[in-house]
């Protein structure tokens, strides 16, 4: 059971906007920033947002994070077929067990 | 561009301890500014953070508490490695490893940190 809470699955169709969700609590998300991850098939994760909304030089425009409250949002637009792979947030806890903790991921297909 | 490339054993028998070593290239372990460490990855399932270590120099650590008790990551600055060190293992612990910078900072047990670098990953599975 992760810390943070994302749906296993979100597809859209080529072109569309597609939105993940990333659900968390006071000592997470709540208090700290949050970064998200991109993990095509077979290869290692990649950095795609980080500090709740910054793009690393080289990650689309196409890819944008919001954070609002004890939950965060990876928004990915003009849905591409290379967008297929699974997406993880992430973020501080600062809860008794101090930790970086994942949400479970987020496997997006496009149609 | 910096380079991480994870080495070590692909199988490790239980209860004995899982040894793992980082090579840096384009960037030094040795310089402020970064933090060096591991994730893990179940097979089939979400990643897991282990821990990283500031520059070798400041001996600073930061463990998950769960893995707290058994974990060990440190440097070595001539060789510009990480090393993870992971004892009384068992199958729980078959994973993808990889090694990953981070950026960011740490204050006060509190750290705004963010993988910015990963290595390729390697697979190593505890059976006997």
């Known amino acids: 059971q992760s810390v943070l809470t994302q749906p296993p699955s979100a597809s859209g169709t080529p072109g569309q906007t597609v939105s993940l969700s990333c659900s968390g609590s006071?000592?997470?998300?709540?208090?700290?920033?949050v970064n998200w991850y991109q993990q095509l098939p077979g290869t290692a994760p990649r950095l795609l947002i980080y500090?709740?909304?910054q793009r690393p030089s080289g990650v689309p425009d196409r890819f944008s994070g919001s954070k609002s409250g004890t939950s965060a949002s990876l928004a990915i637009s003009g849905l591409q077929s290379e967008d297929e792979a699974n997406y993880y947030c992430?973020?501080?806890?600062?809860?008794?067990?101090?930790?970086?903790?994942f949400g479970g991921g987020t496997k997006v297909t496009v149609l | 561009q910096v380079q991480l490339r994870e080495s070590g054993p692909g199988l490790v028998k239980p209860s004995q301890t899982l040894s793992l070593t980082c090579s840096v290239s384009?960037?030094?372990?040795?310089?402020?500014?970064?933090?060096w460490g591991w994730v893990r990855q179940h097979p089939g399932k979400g990643l897991e953070w282990i821990g990283y270590?500031?520059?070798?120099?400041?001996?600073?650590?930061y463990y998950n508490p769960s893995l707290k008790s058994r974990v060990t990551i440190s440097g070595d600055a001539s060789e510009n490695q990480i090393s993870l060190k992971l004892t009384s293992v068992t199958a729980a612990d078959t994973a993808v490893y990889y090694c990953a910078r981070s950026e960011g900072y740490c204050l006060g047990g509190n750290c705004q940190t963010w993988f910015d670098a990963w290595g390729q990953g390697t697979l190593v599975t505890v059976s006997s």
């Open positions: 006071n000592s997470n998300i709540g208090s700290n920033a």
């Open positions: 384009d960037a030094s372990v040795s310089s402020g500014g970064y933090y």
């Open positions: 500090a709740n909304n």
């Open positions: 992430a973020a501080w806890d600062d809860s008794l067990n101090a930790s970086v903790v």
């Open positions: 270590m500031y520059n070798i120099d400041s001996g600073s650590t």
